[in-house]
């Protein structure tokens, strides 16, 4: 069975900071990414790993993709938190190589999510 598990979201103080691990299990990945989606929002693409790394220009300087292979696990290290940033944060992950993607669809194994909330 795959799996994506996602950990280590909670509540934080503006400026503050907070790393998410998503350990996948059953198979080994292509690119990994990580979406967000705030409350009545739709999901938004924040960053993916896949050889090279990119971030959406929301994150970019504040967060960091980086993936541990030999544990199947990608993570986000997110830094100087805003409140916009609340959200459930979600991780995603391709089959095969080949490249990252900004699009959701494009993706065939998501977790279940975790909630990250910032106070201001």
């Known amino acids: 069975q795959v799996q994506l598990v996602e950990s280590g979201g909670g509540l934080v103080q503006a400026g503050g900071s907070l790393r998410l691990p998503c350990a996948g299990s059953g198979r080994t990945f292509g690119t990994m990414a990580w979406f967000r989606q705030a409350p009545g929002k739709e999901r938004q693409f924040v960053s993916w790993s896949g050889g090279r790394t990119l971030c959406a220009a929301s994150v970019k300087g504040r967060f960091t993709i980086f993936r541990d292979n030999g544990k199947n696990t990608v993570y986000l290290q997110m830094n100087s938190l805003k409140p916009e940033d609340t959200a459930v944060y979600y991780c995603?992950?391709?089959?095969?190589?080949?490249?990252?993607?900004?699009?959701?669809?494009?993706?065939?194994?998501w977790g279940q999510g975790t909630q990250v909330t910032v106070s201001s």
């Open positions: 995603a992950a391709r089959r095969t190589p080949g490249g990252g993607s900004t699009l959701e669809w494009e993706y065939d194994y």
